[in-house]
């Protein structure tokens, strides 16, 4: 499966962003898939993942309540809100898909987008 991320860009603190990732491919409600995010001089980090049928979600402690995640299977897409930002958001953020259960583990994922930048301003 390909992944397409968009939707970055920048924004002042206690803004909103809604990210998407199109995924290619016919089978796509077969796959659970997460975002990640990677700031500069930092590690990559698991931010949320979404089951293969939604009905399943899982949150970074640092985005609950903040962020929600969602998906389209008719439009093979996986959504990311991103409410009340915070200048620490700022970082490459990522969609991936995996096979069967969705996780927080990032090596966990075989496929990856190539990222959209999110800019959060003081």
């Known amino acids: 499966v390909q992944l397409q991320a968009s939707g970055g860009g920048l924004v002042q603190a206690g803004g909103s962003l809604r990210l998407s990732c199109v995924a290619s491919g016919r089978t796509f409600s077969s796959y659970a898939m997460g975002w990640f995010r990677q700031a500069p001089g930092k590690e990559r980090e698991f931010v949320a993942a979404?089951?293969?049928?939604?009905?399943?979600?899982y949150y970074a402690d640092s985005v609950k309540g903040r962020f929600t995640i969602s998906r389209d299977n008719a439009k093979n897409t996986v959504y990311l809100r991103m409410n009340s930002l915070k200048p620490e958001d700022t970082a490459v953020y990522y969609c991936?898909?995996?096979?069967?259960?969705?996780?927080?583990?990032?090596?966990?994922?075989?496929?990856w987008g190539q990222g959209t930048l999110v800019t959060v301003s003081s």
């Open positions: 991936a898909a995996k096979t069967f259960i969705a996780t927080m583990d990032l090596h966990q994922y075989n496929y």
């Open positions: 979404i089951s293969w049928s939604g009905s399943t979600t």
